[in-house]
């Protein structure tokens, strides 16, 4: 890991105006970096504005204040130096696995042969290689979030924003695809700002966890984590000192005191 900062977010605030004209402040005065092959985590209450802050950082949404910086530009709308992954896989119904994951690449100008092989690999990887020429419809749940990942991956980009990748996928794959995500990261170094409602997935994947407020979502806590292993999340769950981060997670996140945690959310 290095001191460049690759991503930022310099007092971003998202005001959404509702259909009743009414407006709603989904995150409020937001500054945090990410540093060159740093893995962070974002976790808080379900509405907090996470995703809105995802989708600032990607360029999809234009922020109502403050400014998203990759790489020291400003971000005005979608580059090829980030790759996210939204919270819906949106994978095309009538294109293929393989041809999913290759749509990324297209845009690259790789030679097919290529962006063929690629694609290939990281679905073998993520266990799906008996499935290249199926369509999305024919898959599950999470095979089609692994879909998705794998098109994340596939762009090779130089920083990754992931939301709630595995949300979809059972418990154990889950924990396979962890790892298989966190020595994809370890092994390209690359930077990642990943959003998950999962504790323990927060402390097994990151350097560092980002705590945000109910919303207007501010960020009210940062914790370290200092354990061995980033690349191995499956060593790391045996760590004792696990336990430690994410029950000070969960006294951040008031949870055990307000078991739903969602007043003040409307989504
Ligand atoms: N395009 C939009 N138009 C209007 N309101 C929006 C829009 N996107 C998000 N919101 C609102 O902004 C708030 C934050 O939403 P966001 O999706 O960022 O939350 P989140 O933290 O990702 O929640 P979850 O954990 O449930 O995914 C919510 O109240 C939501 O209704
Ligand atoms: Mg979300």
Known sequence: MSDV???????????????TGQSLTA????????????????????????STLLNIGSGLYAP?????????????????????????????????????????????????TERKRRA????EN???????DRYPHQLS?????????????AVDPTVLLLDEPFSAVDAQTRIVLQRELAQTLKRAAKTALLITHDLLEAVTLSDRVLVMSRRPGRIIDEIQVDLPGRDDPIARRHEARVN?????????????HDSLNTAGASA
């Not at 709308?77 to 990324?104: C, S």
């Open 244 to 256: 430690d981060y994410v029950s000070r997670l969960m006294d951040r996140l008031d949870i055990g």
């Open 141 to 153: 749940g999470g095979m089609r979030q692994r879909v998705a990942l794998a098109r994340t991956l």
């Open 120 to 123: 290939q690999a990281l679905l």
């Open 64 to 112: 109502s204040e403050g400014e998203a910086y990759v790489d020291g530009e400003r971000v005005e709308g979608p580059n090829a130096h980030v790759a996210f992954m939204l919270q819906k896989d949106l994978l095309l119904p009538w294109r293929t696995i393989v041809e999913n994951v290759m749509l990324g690449v297209e845009i690259q100008g790789l030679p097919i």
């Open 27 to 50: 995150v409020a005065g937001v500054s945090f970096s990410v540093r060159d092959g740093e893995v962070v985590s974002l976790i808080g209450p379900s509405g907090c504005g996470k």
């Open 5 to 19: 900062v690759r991503l930022e977010f310099r007092n971003v605030s998202m005001r959404f105006v509702e259909a």
């Open 126 to 132: 993520l266990g799906l290689a008996e499935f290249l």
